[in-house]
Structure formats: structure tokens, C-alpha cells
């Protein structure tokens, strides 16, 4: 191995792997996309092992540390990292409950109230419980249930909600005229034509007053229960399990006199339990099914409700519009073979919908669409390279500190309709270019890389085309290794072509009954789509915009392309550019969401810029990630939350590192000072305790029994992201000694801690089980 590879390994792998390696004279070979060549299977999975145990011993040095320090700490009670500086602590002893709990009137009802706005198939039951006279309760609840029939059908739903629709944009107008442009463009992040949380709750509201009898639920107080449950159920995130059991153990039973014949208490709340899930699934959730097009934000998961009406005129209107610009063409009907096909899933945006194009399942077309997906991957590597934004900005912020350029200068832009934008022929033919000197018969062969699920098999075999003119399309921290020739498959290239025509020009998509062809631009949400689109923006960059690359970098990220050069003409001319477009290729961008430090024409410069989740400052090139500013209530998955244990749950959910976007790159004191690094890991551990505190509210129904099982997971959750941080530390040389370990563990775990805290004494439910003063 020479020295340059050998200086690779270390900065990819670490010093450690690099001594194994030249100790057991391990021969690496680094290739153009940056990934490593083994030479065999056998020295592959001794350098995964090898690697997986360097990873290991580091962690298993960094729990030995914790312990030891924690073990110091119960002994000094000064320094327990959970207490607070203002005398408040986290409960870490079991606490002793003096006052009565109260009874769970519904705890011997097995399978939980969990209702679903698209899944109404599950039942209420319990199999242990023998229901008796439940048919007392049935000539007093009569009356009541003719009186709501009567009722319902004399409330005309729909005149109500357009009333309050047409009032909503009435509102709007007056208040458009009261408002700047920095308002109106926060509104634009909302669907337009959705009805708002007020507007709704006015409807339901009217609901209960007009058509629902009070005797149904016995008084105000329980109806105004029934409400708030509503309300809440509205604003459930997206997919949610919606349980009612809390809000039922809420009404006060005793005051509903249609159920004043049940002697039985448990039978009582039995009956009521089932009462009120007849009510939510069988009435209110059948006027939001009729009245609404039910769907979700495509920042979060918010749920948008517009009116039905209002969505089918919208979707003719977005039909119509593509007929008439040729986007959708009369199909094409042929017999010689069959074009992919699909239909569209139409979500909302501002004014308009976003198309997304959903495959139809076959198995031969999926396994042509892989075969062609690698093909085009390794076409589009070999030309143009693979997009890594921490690479691309660690030699930016290296060439600043090397050159000391008196200013940098940055636009950031998006591209406009970037799939639909897409000239067909032009993409067709660049893809021809980039085919001209690949021989006609290609080479589909295995690989032998690490595998993805590491515990069950170390190695897994992927197939590639072996070309010396195609490189792998494997990250550059990668392993790999060739197998022999005989497991191979030879494919032409004529084949492949033909297939790629297909997919750009007769995309098939299903509209309704009536099937289309996509005339301009390629679909979004196919699996070809997003290396096609690649292919043809990153041509335009390197044959449209070749003097800007000369003299800056240019980063590319799906549609969003930044520009960073010190010559600041080039930078004014780039800004020109990106308001004219490209005519030729149909590219143009959006003005509303370019940014840039350069002063032109009179436009607004920054002193930082957003490029795909990070804050970049223009002057240091600090670069910080960025959250999303929605309410974390909305984001946090709740997929499988009602499944298993749910401290399991808990732990799996707090275990997850990856969603707090922690990497070695912003954690790099080559990048960020210590004063940005501590800031992020305080942004960091706040949001660990803010998703915590949702997990455990929508988990735990009785928390106090669980509070020391929680405790532990969050300890142990704390120590794990500390060992993380400290790992990719070490990775950028910046911890050598135990102190410095010592002292950044204690750190992180204070930081955790106190987030923690925060959040707690911020939360009024939780705050009384887990906060002591």
C-alpha cells in the first residue's frame, strides 16, 4: 500500500485501521469514486471485523469511562449531572405515592381505544368480560337516537362549511391588505385552499350544538368533553392512533340518565366506552370522510382537510392545465411492448397540487428498472462524480484558510419544476453522449461489499457493470471486492438505451380510467426519476456554466445548486443568470428562494444561507444544521408506536441517533469553533428531550408505574449519544487524552440532563412525576 492511500485510510478509517492494515500488509486500493478495492473475500471480511472491533473497543473504553465516573458521582452527590442549579432535580429514587390514584374505569377493557382516521376496521372487545342487561339501557337511549337522526338530517353540512369557507377568504382579503411580505410568505407554506384549525372547530362546534341532544352525553360538562376530544383528534398528526380511553375516563358517567337502568358500574362504562366509539367512528368520522379530502402537509405530518368540492375542481383544473400545455398526451397504443405504467397521487401545495407518480407493481418491469437505475447511477458517476456536500465544504473552508481570499461570495438556488422542466429529447441525448465510447456488450457482474444488516451476515453480493469506463457507484468510505467472471450476465448497450427511451419518452401514467402519456418532462416519484434528473441538471452545469466552475465550486443537490467564488464578478454574472434561466434546456429558477451575500441590482444580501438543512455563515463558514420549525409534535414518526412493549418502544425511538443529524462534519473543529460546536449539541439535546417527552405521553397511559423504567432508558440513551459525540471526535483527531474524554462526557451528559429539565419543567403533566424540588 503506497503512503498516499495509506494517509486515505487514515482519514477515512482511522489510525488504528491504518496500523492493522500495514501491519498484516493489507494491500487497499483506492478507486476514482473514493471507495477501497480488498484483494480478496477473506482480507474483506477480516477488514470488517477489524473494523467493527476498533468500533467496538472504542465504545466499550468510553462505557468502562462512564461507569467509573458515574460510580464516583453517586458517591459526591455535588456533581450529579441530573440536578439543577435552581434546586429542582429529576427523580432518580423511587418515589413513595401518598394520594389515592385513581381508578382506571376502563383498564379491564383489553384491547385499547385506538380509533384511525383511515382504518376503522378494529373493534372494540373484550373476550373475559360477560356483558348482562345491557338492553335496560335501550327505551331511554331510543328517544334520544331518533331525536339525533331527525336532527342530522335536517343539518345541511355542506351550506355550513361553504358559509364558512366563503367567510375564511372574505378574512383573507381584508387581512392580505394588512399584511407585509414576510407574513404573506409564511402563509404561503400552508395549503391555500384547506380549511384552517379555527374554521373547522367552528363547524364541529356548530355540529354539537345544532344536531347532537345533551342528554346523549348527560350534561355540558361531559359534551364540552366530547368537544375538546374532537378538537384534539383534528389535530393529530398524520396516521396517528388516536386513542380515546383518556378522554372517556373523563366524563362524569353518573350524570347520563339513559344509562340509570345499568346497575353494574363496569357494565356502565362498558356500554359507554362503546357508545362513544360508535360516535366517533360512525358519526364524526363520517362527516369528515364525506365533507373532506383528507391528507397531509408536505412540510409535516400535519393533516390538511379541504373541502371535497374544492379538491375535485383543483384536480380538473390541474388535468385540464396539462392537456392543454401537452404535459398529458393521448396514449399510445402499441403492440410490440408494453410501456411502464403508474398513477398519480395528487398532493396539495400552496395553490396548486404536486403529482407523484406511484408504479404499478411488476416484477419483470422492476427488475429492468434496478438493471437500468445502476446503469445510469454508474454512467452519471463516472462523468460527473458523486455529490458529498462535507467533502465539497471541508475543501472549501481549507482553500480559505490556505489562499485568505478577502471575501467569498455565495448564491444559493433552486430550480423550478425541476422534473417537469426536463426537455425529453435533450435528456435522450445526453444520455447518448455519455454512452458513446462504452463498448456495445457490458459486463454485469458481482461485488462483494459489507452488508447493511452487519449481525446476521458480514458480506452481502450486489451487481454492478464492470467497465473501465464506469465506475462503481459506492460511497467513499466503502469496501469492496471483485468475485470471478463466471458469476456474470452480458448486456447490450443498445438494450439499455431502447429500455431508457421508453421510461423517457412513453411514460404511461393512469388518470381515473383514462390512461396518458407524459409528453414534457419526466414523472416525480419513479424510481428512474431522480438519476435522471441528475444526468441533465449536472450537464447543464458543466456545459452551460463551465467559466463559473473554473473559477468557484459549484454543489448540487437534487434542485438545489450553490455557487461559492471569490471573484465577485463572476458572482454578480452567476446572479444574473439565475434570474434569466436557461432557455435552451427550459431551466429556470425560483426567485423567491435564491439567497446570496452578493450586492446586485439592488437586491437583498445575507450574511447566511440555507443549503439542505444547514446554516452557512458567509463570513466564517460556521455551518450549522437546521431544524425544522414546525412543532415537533408534528414530525416525531408514530409508525408501530402502539405495537410491542412500550419501553422497547421508548428505547428503540431514543436510540435512534441518526434523526438528531449528528456527523462528524459539523462536529469538525477544522469547520466549526468549540463556542458553535456546543451550541449545536445544546440545539441537539434539547430536541433529544423534546422527542422523549411526546414518546412518553403517547406511549405511557399510567406513568407513574413506569417512571423508573423511563428514567433508565433515558440514562442509558444520554450515555449512548455522549459515547457517539466522543466517537466522531476522535475521528477528527481532536480527543487524545483521557481528560479531555472526561471532560466532554461530562459535558454532553450535563447538557442532556438539563434539557431534560427544561423541557420537564415546562410540561405540565410531566413535570409532577419526574421534577423533585
Known sequence: MDDLTALNV?????????????????????????????????????????????????????????????????????HDVSRLNDGHKIKTKKKKFHEEVRYDNLSFIKSELNIYLFNTSSSLSSPDFIINNYEDSVPMISPLLD????????????????????????????????????????????????????????????????????????????????????FCLLDAPSFKAFNLKPFINNLDIFSITWLQNIKSIRIKWFIMAKFARWFFVGFIFRILRTCFHITASRNNNKRLYIMRSTWRSVKQKFIKKAKHSNILQPDVKCNEWNPPIGTYKLFPKYSDVRPIFKPEDNDNNKIHEYTILKFLKQLHNTKYGITNFPTKWESIVQHKY???????????????????????????????????????????????????KFRSEIICYKQYFSDPNLQLPLASDALYTHTNYNQCQWIKKSWLLEKISKYIFYQKVKINVKSYI?????????????????????????????????????????????????????????????KKGIPQYNCYFKQSKTQTNVVCDGNKAVNSITYIGYKINCTSLEIIPVHPSTDLYYLVS?????????LKVLERRLYNIASLKLSKFILDKAINSEKTILIILKRICLL?????????????????????????????????????????FLLTHKIKKKSSKLIWNKRILHMLWRSYKTVLLQDKVLQEYFITS
Open 10 to 78: 487514515k482519514e477515512v478509517f482511522g489510525i488504528d485501521f491504518q496500523k492493522f492494515c500495514l501491519r498484516r500488509k493489507i494491500l487497499l486500493k483506492r478507486d476514482k469514486c473514493g471507495a477501497f478495492m480488498v484483494p480478496n473475500i477473506d482480507t474483506l471480511i477480516e477488514c470488517i471485523c477489524a473494523l467493527e472491533y476498533f468500533k467496538i473497543k472504542i465504545n466499550n473504553q468510553l462505557k468502562i469511562m462512564q461507569k467509573c465516573t458515574s460510580s464516583k458521582n453517586s458517591l459526591d452527590d455535588k
Open 147 to 230: 331525536q339525533f337522526k331527525k336532527k342530522h338530517q335536517k343539518f345541511h353540512y355542506f351550506s355550513v362549511l361553504r358559509h364558512l369557507i366563503n367567510k375564511k377568504e372574505n378574512d383573507l382579503k381584508e387581512n392580505n391588505e394588512k399584511t407585509n411580505d414576510k407574513k404573506e410568505n409564511d402563509k404561503k407554506s400552508e395549503c391555500k385552499y384547506a380549511v384552517n384549525k379555527k374554521q373547522l372547530c367552528l363547524f364541529f362546534d356548530l355540529i354539537l350544538s345544532k344536531v347532537v341532544p345533551l342528554k346523549m352525553f348527560g350534561k355540558f360538562k361531559n359534551l364540552k368533553k366530547i368537544k375538546t376530544t374532537i
Open 402 to 452: 490556505d489562499t485568505k481570499p478577502t471575501k467569498l461570495y455565495f448564491i444559493c438556488c433552486d430550480v423550478m419544476n425541476a422534473f417537469g422542466s426536463i426537455i425529453q429529447e435533450k435528456l435522450y441525448n445526453i444520455i447518448q453522449s455519455l454512452c458513446k465510447d462504452l463498448p456495445e456488450f457490458l459486463i454485469l457482474k458481482y461485488y462483494v461489499i459489507k452488508s447493511e
Open 518 to 578: 407524459i409528453g414534457k418532462g419526466i414523472v416525480q416519484g419513479s424510481m428512474l426519476s431522480p438519476i435522471l434528473s441528475d444526468i441533465y441538471y449536472n450537464f447543464i452545469l458543466h456545459e452551460e456554466m463551465a467559466t463559473y466552475l473554473k473559477a468557484g465550486e459549484i454543489i448540487k443537490y437534487m434542485d438545489d445548486i450553490l455557487y461559492v467564488t471569490e471573484n465577485e464578478i463572476l458572482a454578480k454574472q452567476f446572479l444574473q443568470l439565475t
Open 638 to 646: 408514530f409508525f408501530g408506536i402502539n405495537n410491542g412493549n412500550p
Open 688 to 728: 433529544q428531550a423534546k422527542r422523549a417527552c411526546i414518546l412518553i405521553k403517547e406511549l405511557f397511559h399510567y406513568i407513574p408505574g413506569s417512571i423508573q423504567n423511563i428514567l433508565k432508558v433515558i440514562k442509558n440513551s444520554n450515555e449512548r449519544i455522549t459515547r457517539y459525540i466522543i466517537r466522531m
